[in-house]
T-cell receptor
């Protein structure tokens, strides 16, 4: 039931673009995206809801494809500060509802 | 505003000892979550509370783990007896509501090492 993220790791030069995918075998109700820097807590980025919604946060945006049970995070013109590990969390409902996180995608931005 | 506060930040103890981790959620938040993060298993939900009541503890690994929330501003996660495989970073998070559109706010975590 854990969502699968791809790629596991990516290395970019500053200014390049990146896409991180999050796929689930279960029906998606919502997808949460977080970024965690080394030794720090995960920090909330955005939430995507059912309906193919696309959201943006600075030069970071995301989409939600309910039919494909997938969400993608887009990082445009990456900055050094974007480095970190990105996690998607999918809301599942099995009796109680819970947020299940993917294994993370490590993003490294080099100057 | 103060975020989620966890203590201690680091804990090193010997196998068999009791360990207590503490969490103060953001004031007004009605949901509190305990997560464990390891390289092998990633970020796992252990248990969560709504209005101080445990809702789902299916992620608690075994009876050695217990969690309480005696009031809206305090929660503990206890491990007794501790084992080396319990070494991990333990995060507490809180949210206002839970479901599709409520973000979770994480504390800085407790890095636990069991020798």
């Amino acid at each position: 039931q854990q969502p699968v993220q791809s790629p596991q790791a990516v290395i970019l030069r500053e200014g390049e673009d990146a896409v991180i995918n999050c796929s689930s075998s279960k029906a998606l109700y919502s997808v949460h995206w977080y970024r965690q820097k080394h030794g720090e807590a995960p920090v909330f980025l955005m939430i995507l809801l059912k309906g193919g919604e696309q959201k943006g946060h600075d030069k970071i945006s995301a989409s939600f494809n309910e039919k494909k049970q997938q969400s993608s995070l887009y990082l445009t013109a990456s900055q050094l500060s974007y480095s970190g590990t990105y996690f998607c969390g999918t809301l599942i409902i099995q009796g109680a509802q819970k947020l299940v996180f993917g294994q993370g995608t490590r993003l490294t931005i080099n100057p | 505003d103060a975020g989620v506060i966890q203590s201690p930040r680091h804990e090193v103890t010997e196998m068999g000892q009791e360990v207590t981790l503490r969490c103060k959620p953001i004031s007004g938040h009605d949901y509190l979550f305990w997560y464990r993060q390891t390289m092998m298993r990633g970020l796992e939900l252990l248990i969560y509370f709504n209005n101080n009541v445990p809702i789902d503890d299916s992620g608690m690994p075994e009876d050695r783990f217990s969690a309480k929330m005696p009031n809206a501003s305090f929660s503990t996660l206890k491990i007794q007896p501790s084992e080396p495989r319990d070494s991990a970073v333990y995060f507490c998070a809180s949210s206002l509501g839970f479901g599709g559109n409520q973000p979770q706010h994480f504390g800085d975590g407790t890095r636990l090492s069991i020798l």
